[in-house]
RNA sequence: UGCCGGAUGGUGUAAUGGUAGCACAGCAGACUCUGGAUCUGUGAGUCUAGGUUCGAAUCCUAGUCCGGCAACCA
């Protein structure tokens, strides 16, 4: 268990800032910020970006905004701004009095477009999209000047208040910068500061009808805010001259655009076009299904925050797109859930034992550990007697070499209770099917210790048939059958068909107090997670988080493949 | 075909001119009242070709391959 507080990789990021403190660039200072689109749910490849941004501010003690990049009235809700705040703060972030709407600088933004227009750097353009298309050209020969270049300054700063009074209607002018037609950067050919768009905004309403767009906008958020490290990913690359030259002509604090890799991790998918995709077409049941890497959908599955942090820090940080395996998620899932949580046992897929030897109308308790890996979690009784739940995998009538469980004439060990031998099983005369199975077990065992010292290979789980309680369980399992999903035709067709099972298990009666939101682990089986949507006192729903490593299983598959 | 970025074991990352290291995954074993956890061991890598240098993953040159960019999206 070393992995905890490994020394962090000095990535490239905190290389800059080390860098930065050193030349006193900043006066020591980091200020960074989370600028989410409120369009969409965040998923984990968001939480990276939250981790690194809020990450870099903690451990330089500086401060993270939280800011919503609200500059599109027609894609943004006020659904979103709440689960994504929500969201943020599950992750363990806290960015005190640091929130902010873009929105809120509309008017600031508004004025450093007149001095603009003023310094001859933006004029009014009546093209349309299609028109400006052919005027822009393409990457490899320079553009053509829009028509409207050499607009007179008293002319645009006309055009651009009546723009904004809501004169004109949608599309029919906007604002350019007047950049340079001729560089080989696209988004240097006089690219579009302002559009017309009568829309309401979630935030601000009816106030206004022109709004900035993302280039324009994300710079100046940023300089308001005294940002002194933008951290954004790969793809806004050929966005940082824009975002330079919009801050140099303005001459106003000028933060350090600093661009990395975006988080993309087998079996699943990232983008907010595919996902959204998956719950309207209703191959999910919700943005929260566990089955998403929704940071929702992640939290229904069970996972922690801590194990999405360490995780994120454990990919860590570069400009290689890379494609990260999930089971790296996967560990750090399982290494910060065997720590935390309480074990259990609890029978997914029953099939009555009866023990011949023991009285039927007697019962015990046996004690059992709650967390081996942490002894302050203690013990608890669980209850015992002649019928008893135990799991169909855990018998074979006819066993392959090296299966440790029962079998007719094997002897296992009933995890906490004691020593069983089978001596008899009761199939259905007509399927075959195993009704029940019986046996004889040692009263010298009696709580689990084998009396003479003798090797007991295998330990079994099992409930009590008499107190058991009825629980439904939801066995998840990644969404697509394949590595590389993006990589395909039709993601869709790659849909895992067995990604979600839900089977009535018999459980012990701790479980049925479990408390909607806790982590458990089911002895022998995997963590699972209380739903916190869908459980109820008395009936509880439990979604599996992850099976437990199995090699037994794995040695299974890969003789199977021989 | 223009510009920008990138390339280290299967995967992710470190080494910033001086022994290519770590983690995940894999394999083998030890231990175990969870076939869990833990522990030990182990295979596997610098895109290619030149050059500079006592010495190159690192610097230079040429090439190869991969990603991004042509919304009035962010």
Redesign the pocket.
């Known amino acids: ?3 905890e507080k ?1 020394t962090p ?4 990021i905190r ?1 800059i800032i080390d860098e930065d403190n050193r030349t006193g660039k900043w006066g020591g200072r980091v200020v960074t910020r989370f ?3 409120p ?1 969409g749910y965040l998923h984990i490849g968001h939480a990276k970006s939250v981790c690194l941004n809020f990450g870099m501010a903690r451990e330089y003690g500086g401060v993270c905004h939280l800011r919503m ?1 609200d ?2 009235p027609v ?1 943004e809700e006020m659904e979103y701004i709440e689960a994504i705040t929500e969201d943020v703060r599950w992750l363990g972030f806290d960015w005190g009095e640091h929130f902010y709407y873009a929105s809120d600088y509309f008017e600031q933004m508004y004025e450093y477009a007149v001095e603009l227009i003023k310094q001859g750097k933006a004029y009014v353009c009546a ?3 299609e028109e ?2 052919e005027y ?1 050209g ?3 020969r320079p553009g053509r000047e829009s028509p409207h270049r050499n607009r007179p300054v008293d002319e645009n700063l006309d055009l651009f208040a009546r723009m904004r009074a809501g004169e004109f209607p ?5 604002l350019r910068a007047k950049m340079d037609m001729a560089s ?4 240097m050919r006089d ?2 500061l302002y ?3 009568h829309a309401r905004h979630p935030h601000t309403g009816d106030l206004w009808c022109i ?5 324009y ?2 710079c100046l958020e940023d300089s308001i805010e005294g940002i002194t490290h933008s951290i954004c990913t ?6 940082r001259p824009p975002y330079d030259w919009i801050l140099d002509q303005l001459g106003i604090h000028h933060p350090q655009q600093i ?1 990395f ?1 975006r988080l993309n991790l087998t079996y699943t998918v990232m983008s907010k076009r595919k996902l959204l995709e998956l719950v309207k077409e209703k191959h999910v049941q919700g943005w929260d299904d566990p089955r998403l890497p929704t940071v929702r959908g992640l939290r229904r599955r069970g996972v922690t925050p801590a194990s999405i942090r360490n995780f994120c820090e ?12 999930v ?2 998620l ?2 750090c899932i ?2 910060d859930l ?1 720590k935390q949580a309480p ?1 259990a046992l609890a029978v997914l897929n029953p099939v009555k034992l009866v023990i011949e030897n023991y009285p039927e109308d007697a019962e015990e308790n046996f004690e059992a550990v709650n ?3 942490d002894p302050s979690a203690g013990t608890r009784k669980i209850p015992f007697c002649r019928e008893l739940y135990i799991d169909r995998d855990d018998f074979m009538e006819d066993p392959p070499p ?4 029962l079998a007719p004439g094997r002897e296992v ?1 009933l ?4 020593l069983v031998t089978c001596t008899d099983v009761a199939k259905d005369a007509a399927t075959g099917e195993i009704r029940e199975i019986r046996c004889r077990w040692d009263p010298d065992s009696r ?3 084998a009396p003479d010292g003798r090797k007991v290979k ?4 099992w409930v009590s048939a008499r107190h058991a309680g009825d629980a439904e369980v939801r066995l998840y399992d990644r969404l697509f059958t394949v590595e590389e999903p993006d990589a395909e035709a039709d993601y869709r067709a790659h849909l895992n068909p067995d990604s979600l099972k839900t089977v009535a298990a018999k459980v012990e009666p701790a479980l049925m107090e479990a408390g909607p939101g806790t982590h458990w ?1 089911f ?3 995997g963590y699972f997670y209380a739903d916190h949507v869908d459980s109820r006192a008395g009936s509880p729903v439990f979604n599996r988080t992850l099976p ?8 299974r598959e ?1 003789s199977a493949e021989r």
């Open positions: 268990m070393n992995t490994a990789g000095r990535h490239f290389q600028p989410p689109e369009n990049d500059t599109n894609k093209l349309s999209s400006w298309k822009r393409v990457p490899e949608n599309g029919s002018l906007v080989p950067n696209l988004h690219l579009v559009r017309i768009l709004y900035p767009t993302y280039d906008a994300h790969l793809e806004f690359e050929v966005h661009e890799a454990r990919v860590g940080v570069t400009k290689y797109d890379s494609l990260t395996d089971a790296l996967e560990h399982r290494e065997n074990r967390n081996p890996e090296k299966y440790f469980r060990r995890r906490y209770a004691g709580g689990g210790a295998g330990t079994i789980h682990q002895e022998r089986v437990l490593r199995d090699s037994w299983a794995k040695s890969r």
